[in-house]
């Protein structure tokens, strides 16, 4: 089987192919004009993961929200779970930058972290 995507690790967006055996082994990578776009390929071929950025509600603070991320990749398919998960939260201010906001969403051992501060009123 042949995959074409299109590499997002940078701005460049090259082209890639990947041809996949029948048992799922990866047998070669095309397109990429550097490693992290053969990395990117084979992960996003097996395990396909994304970072997110989203904002938190906060109570008690001179902002209504504040912005945040996954401290690492979470799995491709439990985006949008995360997502609800991250949209029910909500925090109690003062909220420092590289608070853990949100810890091990959905058990994939990775934390939401605050990516601003948020003051108390
Ligand atoms: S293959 Fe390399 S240069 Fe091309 S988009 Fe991916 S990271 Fe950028």
């Not at 008690?60 to 209504?64: D, F, H, L, R």
């Given at each position: 089987m042949q995959k074409n995507i299109i590499c997002v690790?940078?701005?460049?967006g090259c082209g890639v192919t990947v041809e996949i055996a029948d048992n799922g082994e990866i047998l070669s990578v095309t397109g990429n004009t550097c490693k992290r776009g053969d990395a990117y390929a084979r992960t996003e071929c097996t395990n396909p993961v994304r970072s997110l950025a989203s904002t938190v509600k906060v109570k008690?603070?001179?902002?209504?929200v504040v912005p945040c991320k996954s401290a690492g990749a979470l799995p491709k398919d439990k985006i949008m779970e995360c997502m609800a998960v991250i949209n029910e939260a909500e925090v109690k201010a003062p909220v420092s930058l590289?608070?853990?906001?949100?810890?091990n969403i959905l058990g994939t051992g990775i934390d939401i972290v605050a990516t601003n501060h948020c003051p108390a009123k």
């Open positions: 690790a940078c701005p460049m008690g603070g001179i902002y209504n590289g608070d853990v906001l949100v810890k």
